[in-house]
Nanobody, 125 residues
């Protein structure tokens, strides 16, 4: 079974950067649709970015495009979320998720079966 584990969260100052990692282990398919989400307590979880690990095509939601970047490590079992120009509104628990079934388009609208445990990001002003 596929397992996902996030790391790299922590505290940052406004304007700073953090890089989150999502490491896949267990049965790791050669191609997945992987997404980063975040959630603030009391709010709905929101999608941030997705990557097709086969084609390396990416998509971003408008409010992170230009600030966040999703990419795959050369080792292929790690997906990063590079976050720059952080602001206090980015404070949340960040999750990675994977869809391994067939898909027409790798997007945040897919149903993601596999989820990590989350990593907390706190940005102070």
């Amino acid at each position: 079974q596929l397992k996902l584990a996030e790391s790299g969260g922590g505290s940052a100052q406004a304007g700073g950067s953090l890089r989150l990692s999502c490491v896949a282990s267990g049965f790791v398919p050669s191609r997945m649709c992987v997404a980063w989400f975040r959630q603030v307590p009391g709010n709905q979880r929101e999608a941030l970015a997705v990557i097709d690990t086969g084609t390396l095509n990416t998509e971003y939601v408008d409010f992170v495009e230009g600030r966040f970047a999703i990419n795959r490590a050369d080792a292929k079992n790690t997906i990063y979320l590079q976050m720059n120009a952080l602001n206090p509104e980015d404070t949340a628990t960040y999750y990675c998720a994977a869809h391994t079934g067939p898909w027409t388009s790798c997007s945040a609208r897919l149903g993601f079966t596999y989820w990590g445990q989350g990593t907390q990001v706190t940005v102070s002003s």
